[in-house]
Structure formats: structure tokens, C-alpha cells
């Protein structure tokens, strides 16, 4: 079974997120910020990262620049997940290494189709 | 098992509306459709001042109104699309099916292809896109899209090239937002590149006048399930006459030619998708005929 790890400040996001991908037969694993999410990773990587922007601690583009230095068996697809729907942010986020973005709100359908997109179902 | 009765709309307002929605698109409305008429009708009825089905119906009946059947139709049918829908399919499109056509048009570089039901026109769009992301391998083709539906509302749609942020979403992967879209607002508009490069047109399956001539590819997806099966197999007659023996159509999950049509077989290159019955008995590759 592939892994999720869901970043997000939010529980309710977390939760919704959980639901829709458990329902799409993947484990799903939870951070609350940036750093959680980097140190989860260390210990063992996703195949697949569902990032927030905007976190405490941590922002989730801050996580993506530190994954790229960080010594992980193997690089997860990470996709943004965030409420940030400018053109100007969507370009940031994929020249930082990005595989996709959604914009919140989003639904089980976009999600999914952005999962298979990346190739983790 | 048998479904439940439709809740609030009369049978008989259900009958007429079916009626028309027959009539006007060989469609047959759907158990699942039939159980939602109500919701589906809503936004109908509020813009013409109605207040419910059975006088949506009563008002069909009385007076010749093309403005609201034109309304009531496009609301009874369904309008689901997404860009590249079905994913396996269009990467078998990219990877499989478009080498093999460029191989067997290079003489004529020239390449139809025919998107027939085409809704809001998110399958064109993809096309274009998996065409116009390989342009280096399409240099000096002369490519025509045609892209076709029976409702007015979705071909203007289709037309404008204006999506939604929740439709550009689902099954565009975020490379191809940023190289072929640009904010609109809130919605997303397709580059006017692309746009050129499909030609819109409402349409009727049974007795079409958009297309001609014959098709190197059609696709004509999630369209037959709702016809009955002597629709079917009149529309798949008329898919045989804008087709040629080296033609591959391409039907929706859960739809076949197996038992519907004489023109068309299983094609044993692509899984899922047909090819004429004449030209694959004879051994695919023969010269290019125009199929009747």
C-alpha cells in the first residue's frame, strides 16, 4: 500500500484529505507544519507528499527547499495542496520542484486525478 | 431490483420531458437522470418563471418556445467532461495511436481527427494539447479537430474556452495549466493557440452535416450508453461512413461495437479501441479507402 504524508496546520484539511485518500487505498500519515512534515520524511519517505503553503514553524515551500538538501532513499512526488491559486504562485511551486498543485477547495476527483497524474495510483 | 419512484415530478411531466430530450437528441433519459429531473431542471425553471415540472411540461405542451426546449434539453443531458479523462486512454492515444497514424499519413501529412459528443469540449482541448506538446513531431502536418455535441450551451462553452478552477483541476496536470491556460478571473482561459486549432461545431450524430469526409481518429466517448441500441447502431453506421480502413474509434469505458455494428472489430494494436472490420480481416496497412 502506497503512503500519504498530509501537511497541513489544519485538522479539518487533514481530515477531509485522510478521508478522501484512505478511500483511494493509500496509508495516510499527518504533520502539522513544515518541520514535523521534514523529520517524518527522514524517518521514512512518502511516496507522495499532500503540501499546505501557508504553516507555522515551517511554510511548505520552505519544506520543499529543505527536502531537495535532505539524504532520503527515495524522492516523494509532492503536491501542493493550497488555498494560494495565483498564477505567479503555481510557477514558484513548480520551479521548486513541485509535481502538481491544487487549489483548494478541492474534491476526491481532483485529488484523484492529481494522484494519477503524479503516478501513485 | 426495482429503483424508487421519481419523488416529486409527475410521471407524466417526466414522459413529456423524455419525450423531448428523444426527440430533439435520440437520447434516452437515464434511470439515474429520470430519479434527478427535479434538481437538474431547477436552474431552468427559475429562469423562466416556472414553478415545477409538471407546469414545465404543461408549457412545453401548450406553446412552441425553441428558447426553452433548447434549455430544457441541454439541462437533461449529461455534460460531464474532464481534461484527459480517462487517463490510460489518452496516454495510449500519445504513445501508441498518433505514432502509428503519423507512420501510416506521412505521405499525405495530414491528420482528422473527430471529437463526436464532445460536451464542453475538454477531450478537443486535451488533444490539442498532447498535439501541440509534440508540435516538433508535427512540423508541416496539416492537423484538423473537429469537435461536435448536440447542445448549443456546451458548444459555446467549448467555444469560449473558459473553465472553471475546479475543471482545470481535474485530470490537466499543472505543466499543461501553466503552458496552455491564463487566469480569467476566477476561471482559466485556453491560449487562443489552441482554440484555433478545433473546430466547435453543434451537431447531430444521427444526421450530421460537420463532419466529412473520413477520419484518421474519432472519439466517441460515454455518447452510446444513452442511445438505444438501434441508435447505436445508426450512429456507428454513420462513424463507418467518416471512417477509412486504417480509421481507429475510440468509445467510452463500458461501451463496444460487439453486437452493434457490421463495420467495425476490436483493434488488435490498440486495446479498447476499433478498427474497420474489412481493412483488420485483410491484414491492417493496405491503402487508405474511404470506408463507403
Known sequence: MKNCLVVDDSKVIRKVARHILESLELSVREAVDGQDALTQCEAAAPDVVLLDWNMPVMSGMEFLQALTHTKLTARPKIIFCTTENGISHIKAAVEAGADEYVMKPFDRETLESKLAIVGVI | ?292
Not at chain 2, 418563471?49 to 434539453?73: C, H, K, M, T
Not at chain 2, 488533444?127 to 459555446?156: F, H, K, M, P, V
Not at chain 2, 491564463?182 to 460537420?210: K, Y
Open chain 2, 1 to 292: 431490483m426495482a429503483l424508487p419512484a421519481v419523488p416529486v415530478s409527475s410521471e407524466g411531466a417526466t414522459r413529456i420531458l423524455s419525450g423531448l430530450l428523444e426527440a430533439r437528441t435520440g437520447q434516452i433519459l437515464s434511470e439515474s437522470r429520470a430519479w434527478r429531473i427535479e434538481t437538474v431542471l431547477k436552474p431552468v425553471l427559475r429562469t423562466h418563471g416556472l414553478r415545477d415540472i409538471d407546469e414545465l411540461a404543461s408549457r412545453l405542451l401548450r406553446s412552441r418556445n425553441p428558447g426553452l426546449d433548447e434549455d430544457v434539453v441541454h439541462a437533461l443531458l449529461n455534460n460531464e467532461s474532464s481534461f484527459f479523462r480517462d487517463l490510460q486512454i489518452f496516454d495510449m492515444i500519445r504513445r501508441q495511436i498518433l505514432p502509428q497514424l503519423r507512420e501510416k499519413r506521412a505521405r499525405e501529412r495530414r491528420l482528422r481527427i473527430w471529437s463526436a459528443g464532445c460536451s464542453t469540449g475538454q477531450e478537443a482541448y486535451s488533444l490539442a494539447i498532447q498535439l501541440r506538446n509534440e508540435a516538433e513531431l508535427w512540423q508541416g502536418w496539416r492537423i484538423e479537430i473537429l469537435a461536435t455535441d448536440i447542445s448549443r450551451a456546451a458548444i459555446n462553452q467549448a467555444r469560449s474556452g473558459v473553465f472553471p478552477q475546479i475543471d482545470v483541476q481535474r485530470g490537466l496536470p499543472v505543466a499543461d495549466l501553466l503552458t496552455w491556460f491564463e487566469p480569467a478571473g476566477d476561471d482559466w482561459r485556453v491560449s487562443p493557440d489552441l482554440r484555433r486549432m478545433i473546430d466547435f461545431r453543434q451537431d447531430n450524430l444521427f444526421d450530421s452535416r460537420a463532419a466529412t469526409g473520413a477520419y484518421d481518429l474519432i472519439l466517441c466517448r460515454n455518447v452510446l450508453l444513452y442511445f438505444t441500441q438501434e441508435r447505436r447502431h445508426a450512429v456507428l453506421d454513420l462513424l463507418a461512413g467518416r471512417s477509412h480502413d486504417q480509421s481507429v474509434l475510440l468509445l467510452g469505458a463500458g461501451e463496444t461495437v460487439i453486437g452493434q455494428s457490421e463495420h467495425f472489430v476490436p483493434h488488435p494494436d490498440f486495446r479498447g479501441a476499433y478498427g474497420r472490420k474489412r481493412a483488420l480481416a485483410a491484414g491492417a496497412g493496405g491503402p487508405m479507402r474511404c470506408a463507403r
